[in-house]
């Protein structure tokens, strides 16, 4: 059996920004209870070459909006990288899933197969969309989730490994 591209993006796109945004409500939630400056988690990193904790969310949700877009053969749209706060987060995640869900799902069908061109760094790259995909979206859009599950879990967030997964 084989699995669809469709049931591959936005569905888990949008599952994974749900338990993103989850786990950014609990480091709220922790700052609060715990007279910590939500500034010190935001600009939280866990080693000074690393991006910080905004920068880690801001990279996630590029990465699932420009994977939903490119696979539909669309243009992906721009957002400012001006957050400052957990509120401003929480608003870029449902900006980000409210983009994929206006992707029609037809759009993703059959997209396995479609040409996919990026400039990252200076360097082109081209992928066929389930390479593009399995190789390179979700592979980027799991490493900078997982390294703001990190970064607040090292800064004593009581996080687990079910807040990453969320519910199953």
């Known amino acids: 059996m084989s699995i669809s591209m469709v049931q591959a993006t936005s569905p888990r796109f949008i599952n994974g920004l ?5 786990i950014l409500g609990k480091a709220a939630e922790h ?7 939500p500034q010190a988690l ?7 070459d690393m991006f910080a904790l905004t920068r880690q969310v801001q990279i996630a949700c590029d990465q699932a909006k420009g994977a939903v877009a490119r696979l539909a053969g669309q243009e992906p749209p721009k957002h400012e990288d001006n957050e400052q706060s957990f509120e401003d987060l929480q608003a870029r995640i449902k900006k980000t899933i409210a983009y994929i869900e206006s992707v029609p799902l037809v759009t993703l069908d059959g997209s396995e197969s479609r ?9 082109e790259l081209t992928f066929v969309g389930s390479q593009y995909l399995m190789g390179w979206a979700w592979p980027n859009f799991h490493f900078h989730s997982s390294m703001a599950y990190a970064i607040l879990r090292h800064n004593g967030v009581p996080l687990g490994k079910q807040d990453y997964l969320g519910e199953v």
């Open 115 to 123: 040409g996919i061109h990026l400039k990252v760094a200076g360097k």
């Open 18 to 22: 749900i338990n993103l945004s989850k």
């Open 42 to 48: 935001l600009q939280a990193r866990l080693y000074p």
């Open 31 to 37: 700052a609060a209870a715990h007279k910590i400056d």
